[in-house]
């Protein structure tokens, strides 16, 4: 079974940066999609980035795009969100779902989340 822990939250002021780890067991870390979400008080979930590990490729939505960076070290099963420029807009719960069904995210269904990991970012 895939188990993802994230890691990495904390409260960090305006423009500051953090760096989220996900570290994912329960799989060879060789084929898989994993993807970043993140949830704010009174918010739905949406998903922010993806790394597809076809191609190293990763995907932002436009509200984090030029400030998060995704990567991924397979030997050490964990992937990063590496979070620049924060503003107090980004705070929520972050979450990393894996996909091992799938190497691409354009094709991924994540059913499988961790327990997030709380990010403030204070004015």
């Known amino acids: 079974e895939v188990y993802p822990v994230e890691s990495g939250g904390g409260l960090v002021q305006a423009g500051g940066s953090l760096r989220l780890s996900c570290q994912a067991s329960?799989?060879?870390?060789?084929?898989?999609?994993i993807g970043w979400f993140r949830q704010a008080p009174g918010k739905e979930r949406e998903g922010i980035a993806c790394i597809s590990s076809w191609d190293g490729s990763a995907h932002y939505v436009d509200s984090v795009k030029g400030r998060f960076t995704v990567s991924s070290d397979n030997a050490k099963n964990t992937a990063y969100l590496q979070m620049n420029s924060l503003s107090p807009e980004d705070t929520a719960v972050y979450y990393c779902a894996v996909d091992t069904t799938t190497t691409t995210c354009s094709h991924a269904d994540f059913v499988a989340y961790g327990q997030g990991t709380q990010v403030t970012v204070s004015s």
């Open positions: 329960g799989f060879a870390f060789d084929d898989y999609a």
